[in-house]
């Protein structure tokens, strides 16, 4: 009887195991959609400040030499 009870207490412990190791792979997910959404935001705004840059640079004629 020792026995099947050990296997069922290991069995039990081994899923709990996993279903811990299960939420914190979802938080780090979800941290990293949030780091990746941020460096897209800040990508976007620095897209928009290199496009506003060359339209400035274009309308004054200048160029970079």
């Known amino acids: 009887m020792f026995w099947p009870m050990l296997a069922i207490a290991l069995g039990f ?3 709990a195991v996993l279903g811990v190791l299960a939420v914190r792979v979802f938080l780090e997910v979800q ?3 949030r ?4 460096a897209t935001d800040r990508i976007q705004q620095a897209a ?3 496009e ?3 339209v ?4 004054t004629g200048d160029s970079l030499r």
Do not use: D, Y
Request: aromatic share 0%.
């Open 48 to 50: 928009e400040e290199l």
């Open 56 to 59: 400035g640079l274009a309308r």
């Open 13 to 15: 412990l081994g899923i």
């Open 31 to 33: 941290r990293l959609g």
């Open 35 to 38: 780091q990746v959404a941020h």
């Open 52 to 54: 506003n840059a060359a």
